[in-house]
T-cell receptor, first 115, second 116 residues
Framework: EAGVAQSPRYKIIEKRQSVAFWCNPI?????LYWYQQILGQGPKLLIQ????????DSQLPKDRFSAERLKGVDSTLKIQPAKLEDSAVYLCASSLLAGGAGELFFGEGSRLTVL | AQTVTQSQPEMSVQEAETVTLSCTYDTSESDYYLFWYKQPPSRQMILVIRQEAYKQQNATENRFSVNFQKAAKSFSLKISDSQLGDAAMYFC?????????????FGTGTRLQVTL
């Protein structure tokens, strides 16, 4: 079974530029998550989708971050304009169940460096 | 809001020995789930073990077991017979139950080194 796919793996941009990350979840997983993991910290949830609807985006900096999940499958996370503090690994995860004890399956992450 | 605290930034264990990673959490809820996730260097995070708060029995998965102390809000991970492949970052995580909007909250992680 194919895992969660993310691209690009690495991206270096200058501040005020824009960047987009793509995620393809495990087939059949209705729930998709984007996490931000800053060096030395645990992952922080940015946004959670259930199919193509947003369940939780309370920690998404909406003035610069946006995310969409078209047709309830792939998802894109965009940052525009980027700030230095956005340097982090962006993790995409998916799960069969929306909550409870359901296991999250993570991708390898997209590492963003903002100069 | 729930918080998860891992007070050990780094731990080291010799191969074949046992190590315990600590985790405490803060919540006012009575029903929830707790998890330990492993993040090997440059590889994706994977689930190690999970525990439902309503279950008194501690979860066990092969060499991995937990010590769940609900009253103390403590959830430690014990790794027995440590192997080189156990070297990774370990994250403790909390999730409210039930509800579709219950997000997974992670601690800051413990880096485990395994030495020969």
């Amino acid at each position: 079974e194919a895992g969660v796919a993310q691209s690009p793996r690495y991206k270096i941009i200058e501040k005020r530029q824009s960047v987009a990350f793509w995620c393809n979840p495990i087939s059949g997983h209705a729930t998709l998550y984007w996490y931000q993991q800053i060096l030395g910290q645990g992952p922080k949830l940015l946004i959670q989708f259930q199919n193509n609807g947003v369940v939780d985006d309370s920690q998404l900096p909406k003035d610069r971050f946006s995310a969409e999940r078209l047709k309830g499958v792939d998802s894109t996370l965009k940052i525009q304009p980027a700030k230095l503090e956005d340097s982090a690994v962006y993790l995409c995860a998916s799960s069969l169940l929306a909550g409870g004890a359901g296991e999250l399956f993570f991708g390898e992450g997209s590492r963003l460096t903002v100069l | 809001a729930q918080t998860v605290t891992q007070s050990q930034p780094e731990m080291s264990v010799q191969e074949a020995e046992t190590v315990t990673l600590s985790c405490t959490y803060d919540t006012s809820e009575s029903d929830y789930y707790l998890f330990w996730y492993k993040q090997p260097p440059s590889r994706q995070m994977i689930l190690v073990i999970r525990q439902e708060a309503y279950k008194q029995q501690n979860a066990t998965e092969n060499r991995f077991s937990v010590n769940f102390q609900k009253a103390a809000k403590s959830f430690s991970l014990k790794i027995s017979d440590s192997q080189l492949g156990d070297a990774a970052m370990y994250f403790c995580a909390y999730r409210s139950a039930p509800g579709t909007a219950s997000k997974l909250t992670f601690g800051t992680g413990t880096r485990l080194q395994v030495t020969l």
